[in-house]
Nanobody
Framework: QVQLLESGGGLVQAGGSLRLSCAAS????????MGWFRQAPGKERELVAA???????YYAESMKGRLTISRDNARNTLNLQMNSLKPEDTAMYYCAAAKSGIGYASGRSRYDYWGQGTQVTVSS
C-alpha cells in the first residue's frame, strides 16, 4: 500500500500563487506516474497535471501555463506550483499515484492511490 499526504492548500486572492506538496510513504517502489486532481462542489474530479516516472508532464488545457508539476523521487514527494490563480480554481486538490505509467494523462481510472485532499480557495 501507498499513503499520500497533501499539504499547502489555503486561501489566496485571485492572481496569487500556491504550492501544493504530496509526501508518499509505504510501498513507494510500486509508484510509476503521479498526478494532481481537483474536485469542485457538484463537479467531477478532474486531472489537472500529471508526471510520468521519467518526468514527462501533462497539463489540463484549463490550467496550462499556470501550473508546474515536479517530483523528487529521492524524497518521495510530488509538488504543484500554481500561479495566477482564479476563483474558478477553487476546489479540493488531490494527489494520486499510479502503479502503471500507461494512460497516466487519461484520468482518474488510471490511478490506484489517493490522498485525502487539500482545499484551495481563491477569492475574487
Amino acid at each position: 500500500q501507498v499513503q499520500l499526504l497533501e499539504s499547502g492548500g489555503g486561501l489566496v486572492q485571485a492572481g496569487g500563487s500556491l504550492r501544493l506538496s504530496c509526501a508518499a510513504s509505504g510501498s513507494i517502489f510500486s509508484i510509476n506516474a503521479m498526478g494532481w486532481f481537483r474536485q469542485a462542489p457538484g463537479k467531477e474530479r478532474e486531472l489537472v497535471a500529471a508526471i510520468s516516472q521519467g518526468g514527462i508532464t501533462y497539463y489540463a488545457e484549463s490550467m496550462k501555463g499556470r501550473l508546474t508539476i515536479s517530483r523528487d523521487n529521492a524524497r518521495n514527494t510530488l509538488n504543484l506550483q500554481m500561479n495566477s490563480l482564479k476563483p474558478e480554481d477553487t476546489a479540493m486538490y488531490y494527489c494520486a499515484a499510479a502503479k502503471s505509467g500507461i494512460g497516466y494523462a487519461s484520468g482518474r481510472s488510471r490511478y490506484d492511490y489517493w490522498g485525502q485532499g487539500t482545499q484551495v480557495t481563491v477569492s475574487s
